[in-house]
């Protein structure tokens, strides 16, 4: 039985919580404690270059790319196999 958007948006596919996913993101967002977890980290995410570097790097390496592409097919089949 398909889960049902409670948010007032039938038609759009079920994220979470009972919402679609702009609702969704909309009430996330809107956690006073959760916007400022994020300012703190984009503080210091643009107070230090060298931070911003290593991220980069992290993310453009080919084998992590490969790890990630990897483990969203198996969860992607995981989820078929589950309907």
């Not at 009430?27 to 400022?36: L, M, V």
């Not at 290593?54 to 969203?72: F, G, Q, S």
């Amino acid at each position: 039985m398909p889960k049902l958007n409670t948010c007032g948006h039938p038609e759009r596919k079920h994220h979470a919580k009972g919402m679609c996913h702009a609702c969704y993101m909309r009430e996330y967002d809107a956690d006073p404690a959760r916007r400022e977890r994020k300012r703190e980290y984009m503080r210091e995410y643009n107070a230090d270059p060298a931070r911003r570097e290593r991220e980069r790097e992290r993310n453009a390496d080919p084998a992590r790319r490969e790890r990630k592409r990897e483990y969203y097919q198996i969860k992607k089949a995981a989820k078929c196999k589950s309907k």
